[in-house]
């Protein structure tokens, strides 16, 4: 299946990704993973909730972290650019036949509460708190010295649907693999906001979140992050990197946060406002699509996902096998 | 006078800054610097004119070199999201009283040929032709691995009276100086591709060119191209910096070309695709907005600048007096 | 077997490593990776050998490629403080039994040449030709931008040994592998120069050569390096890396040459010119001593070496097992 | 006057450099500045004295801050190979008609204090308590990650002197400044541990400190250091840089401490340990001497310095101007 013509203009504007919402079983763990060690700022916390923001950020927050029993990821979060996208929003789902309800958010405008045709839950809201800036208050950067959240990563088990759907919704395809055998999308990559991706699909067993990705300054505070990891004892907790991608030609990190939710430290991918940009295809048997260096992903890093709270998980009716670690 | 609030429903819709075009009085000169120093790639060359485009730049150029007797800029063009918006710029500036005309220019589509009222020529298309990407052809990487044009910055006559024409236009200012003593902008910074700045004003004797700026990976190939430029015959080309800017936390450096022209490289600001990203406001006595570990920026800096072909030239009515380095 | 004591008053004065000698197939395919994609300095060339510096160096030559039938390193060469350590060394390996031979080379002075107990040839010499600085030529630099020869490694079959030897000949160990099942030595760091090595033995068959490393300015040149070869047709020549060292701290990389040589990437170890320095012990079961981010190194870096010309390989009697990516 | 050949075989062997001792008059301010700013380790403290190691340092400190009313510092210390050096250094000294005197230092072995014919203070001993090594703990590392003392740069009212005299002791000059109109010296550097220097001279009153310089991992620590001190109040305390030296070819950043001491952070410079290597020159009117990208050093940074504790300082005779920032 193709790769569908760019939507330019779209039902709702969208402006880009915004938070996601991960349960954890220890606050305390993941304060010491995500504010001791990757960086992340505190905005707001008590016995249930910590909101974290990136230090180029304004608005509330990046990340929620929310406790509960089982490891799983509430929502994806998305800033719509005024409130008038929000009945927008609300229209195009209800056309859709998708599930839509109102609701109230802490620190966020009105709130719609959907999902996408996969049953992935999504929020849409245009205003959050808006915090004083803290990009140049030096003495706050430590960890990796995360400074935006970048993009969403999930697991779909019909990637050429999701493409479709989204594509309508008015994200645009920066790069893709194709499955050379049938002709199905294993991959694909989509952006509002001007970056490689606010979303990315890989083909499996889905929808669950595969990984949310923070955008840092440059590769070395990458690899200041894993000496600190190496050394502060989660040295586990590395799964892949750091690498090259092929695809989207960015810098990288995996990690796995205390409960295994999987994070991506993310840089130099390219500007991709060009409305008549083209999208660049990759082959699934090409690993430098993966790690443009060589390295192929671990099996891992192609099958563990955050699942969505309460959301049945298909299996994909792709059966290709990307190339993995042996 | 105020920052105007950001227009986020204007009359057009420009995608981003496209490109700049340089009169040099010697090709041959222009080419060792550019091309050979600064790592820009040749896109077309005849005996009056070479093109050039940036590493990961798709657009055929984002700088023309055109060999004539006097250094000059002929204009500064945008790229519109649309032909529609072609139209839609025509109204806007006849409207306004500014002369229009359509032009062609090799390489991109039909061109609309105007100015702002301080006289300042601009050009606006929406397709130019696309060539193949070579941003993961690293083989091309040197000098200063320039991956994109970032900004136009000019000399105006009164800043306040550009920042509210390019706001109606659809700019959305980021940050800005003012002058407390008269309440008036010294400087601005405004948008449309979702960084700190597309275009900026500096007060001064306008309208002129102050600088064309380039993204480059990292601070590190900035200083890559200090070494080799104060090797290679171009220690004298540099001018100020290297540095961290307060205004737009970018790190920087700025160089002049053999004729002249001020060149800056730049990287590491910040995503400003929020609709309701507040701007940030500096004042005129502070030398941290300029530096922000302190160091003023040279008189010549604030003085001396690319005049456009054929443009009056304003004092402006604004007479203080910024910090220069003793 | 404990580590022995540095002697400290070596009966020859070992300045640092000086050189090794390739013997390789193909001289044109060898100088497209040494030079063209390495970034080494042509310093002599003819129809049978092509002698290389790196940037920070005035000696001669770091790199002799001679053309050959059979991969294999010729000999490892070795600068003395002056010319009666010359005879020091004759004297201290006649005393062993060692074979000793006065030889002429080009580009350097009296020069002798024998081998240690392992049979691994050794060259000796106090005096070689030296070139007019470069290492402030920018224009020069390029690919990983290499500044000096650091250390060879080779694998020993009997390390324990070896570092009695190379221990009573000056050298002193910074940092040790143990076997801690038998107490024997795995693997042993031992410098001369003042940084972590000069030479490190690995057990395994031997003698061989398993590679020989260039000194680089920081991590972001090694990963420059990456990009290169993985988009200029050595994707395959990527071996391990990049990471970082548990032993010696170092971020590294190994790349294997046209012919299989193996060369490593290395910088940011540490000063260890305290003669009571306190040589560090790792486990060989602690896959951090390897990697300290937690990657094993695949199989292949612990088997393959370059066999030095006409030497006997023996078996290592020490059989334990590293641990090695599944 | 020309640079005296290398004495290779001196009568004391000095490893390196090893610490100064800054009189400081707010211990608390201090310990803001060099240990929650740059990042240096405290080994020690009372209400008298904090003691500092950089990272990779196993020695028990690089640094002394002692609480006095006049900030100065009271000595420079080295480290030499053996007890027995300690008695040849008794005799050196003594031979040319300087004071010594055996004292007892905290966490040192047995010290012998006195002074070179300028009356500089100096110290030297053979043992210093050892620590366990913290170079692998990450989480440690803060401000600018200081790996190691580098260098002290003092100085001196006749500096073909001292470079004569230091000679004698073993230093060996790497490079040097010349007075061009007089043939004199007005700088030079001299190492001992095979880097660009363990000490230098400058002309001018003297013999006072100019700086003591620390190692950093790259350029990049030296920016976020920039970053950092910018925003936590240290603006001011910045004197001169980031630059790149040509004089050691070191990329370098010059501040001021609490105190008015001179600190400077310094890396990548190069190997030294050949005994030939060639001393190289350069002329005073070269203003990349100083800066290779071509920016003069302030006037302040020629003029000012530390005093040692109750030594009396000279004019220079030698009344050379160099080039300085207008």
Redesign the interface.
């Known amino acids: 299946m193709a790769i569908p013509a760019a939507n330019?203009y779209p039902p709702v504007n969208i402006?880009?990704l915004s938070h996601v919402e991960f349960v954890v079983r220890d606050l305390k763990a993941s304060r010491a993973f995500y504010v001791d060690t990757l960086g992340l700022q505190v905005t707001f916390e008590d016995s249930q909730m910590i909101t974290l923001r990136a230090l180029?950020e304004?608005?509330h927050h990046c990340l929620i972290l929310r406790k509960g029993d089982e490891p799983a990821a509430s929502h994806l979060s998305f800033?719509l650019?005024?409130e008038k996208d929000l009945y927008a929003a609300q229209a195009f789902f209800e056309s859709r036949g998708l599930p839509v309800q109102w609701i109230d958010r802490p620190f966020q405008s009105r709130t719609l509460l959907t999902s996408d045709p996969h049953g992935t839950p999504l929020e849409f809201y245009a205003?959050m708190d808006?915090l004083p800036?803290i990009?140049?208050?030096?003495?706050l950067?430590?960890g990796v010295k995360p400074?935006?959240i970048d993009h969403f990563n999930f697991f779909m088990s019909n990637v050429d649907e999701a493409v479709a759907f989204y594509n309508e919704l008015g994200f645009r395809t920066t790069e893709y693999t194709e499955d050379e055998v049938t002709g199905r999308l294993w991959a694909a990559w989509m952006h509002r906001?001007?970056g490689v991706h606010d979303i990315a699909f890989t083909n499996g067993r889905g929808p669950r979140l595969h990984h949310v990705a923070f955008w840092v300054?440059?590769?070395?505070n990458i690899?200041?992050l894993?000496?600190?990891?190496?050394?502060?004892g989660y040295?586990?907790n590395?799964e892949r990197g750091?690498g090259?991608h092929?695809l989207s030609?960015a810098?990288f990190l995996y990690v796995r946060d205390p409960d295994g939710h999987r994070v991506e430290f993310y840089c130099?991918d390219?500007?991709t406002?060009?409305?008549?940009?083209?999208p660049?295809k990759w082959s699934l048997k090409d690993p430098?699509r993966q790690t443009?260096?060589?390295a192929p992903a671990p099996r891992c890093w192609f099958e563990e996902g955050t699942p969505f709270q309460g959301v049945a998980i298909k299996e994909p009716d792709l059966k290709a096998t990307p190339i993995v670690?042996?």
């Not at 406002?273 to 083209?278: G, N, Q, R, S």
């Open positions: 330019l402006v880009r180029e304004r608005g800033k650019f005024d205003k808006r800036p990009h140049q208050k030096y003495g950067y430590k400074l935006r906001k001007g300054p440059t590769p070395l690899i200041d894993l000496d600190l990891m190496a050394t502060t040295v586990s590395i750091p090259r092929g030609n810098f130099s390219y500007q406002v060009d409305p008549d940009l083209e660049l430098q443009l260096w060589g670690a042996p």
